[in-house]
């Protein structure tokens, strides 16, 4: 019997690059106009990399990526000879536009059925905000690493679905594009595992997902399946 199913979001439900580019353009030209000491010092992505060193600096910060960014903006600041820097208006410009995704067609459609018979939740990395992007309405409730404390596929975020659930997690099943950190970290967890397979990649190596599907409208079929051995 399966009670539920938990999503990624980025790349799962929507492709994320493309959004996180535009938000990091957006917050050069915001910086160019208050602070423009900073972009004429660092580039989009040269500020991208300074979250990627604080992370492998300090480990114990590395799942957090509101943190990452905004610890990132405050030493690109430094650097640039600014004392005086604010930094929560700096990240509310790449926080509004990195919420400015794209849903792939058939997923709010896809959501808004299987929400019908099961409950659905969301587990990020990101930071992304499920309520700006208005897909509250099909989740009945979304996890981050910020909350969970630890990033996928560490056990604590998959945990934390099962007791929100109130589920085993042999009744949850997991969606996600990332066989790592969704396809490997739900397994271990005891999730039942469908990899979001959308560009036809070859599968990287070891233990293979319970089922692969090129988009969220194959995962009925998949359910209804399992429901079928299981009823
Ligand atoms: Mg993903």
């Given at each position: 019997m399966i009670k539920a199913i938990t999503f990624d979001l980025d790349d799962t439900l929507w492709d994320v690059w493309p959004v996180v580019e535009r938000a990091e353009r957006l917050l050069h030209d915001w910086l160019g106009s208050r602070y423009p000491r900073i972009p004429e010092r660092f580039t989009p992505l040269e500020l991208r990399d300074l979250s990627a060193e604080i992370a492998a600096a300090r480990?114990?910060?590395?799942?957090?990526r509101t943190r990452l960014r905004k610890d990132a903006l405050q030493l690109a600041a430094a650097r640039a000879g600014y004392r005086e820097f604010d930094v929560e208006a700096a990240f509310e410009v790449f926080y509004v536009a990195r919420n400015a995704v794209e849903l792939f067609e058939e997923v709010r459609p896809a959501l808004e059925r299987l929400a019908r018979r099961y409950t659905l939740a969301s587990l990020s990395n990101?930071?992304?905000?499920v309520r700006l992007i208005g897909l509250d309405d099909v989740f009945s409730f979304s996890l981050n690493a910020i909350e969970a404390g630890a990033a996928k596929p560490e056990p604590p975020m998959f945990e934390l679905a099962c007791r929100r659930l109130e589920?085993?997690?042999?009744?949850i099943v997991h969606v996600g594009d990332d066989p790592e950190h969704d396809v490997r970290g739900a397994a271990n967890a005891g999730f039942r595992t469908v990899w979001l397979n959308r560009s036809g990649?070859?599968?990287?190596?070891g233990r293979r997902a319970d089922a692969e599907i090129g988009?969220?409208?194959e995962l009925e079929a998949v359910l209804a399946v399992w429901e079928g051995f299981f009823t």
């Open positions: 480990p114990e910060i590395a799942h957090d990101g930071n992304a905000d589920a085993r997690p042999e009744q990649r070859d599968w990287p190596g988009d969220l409208a």
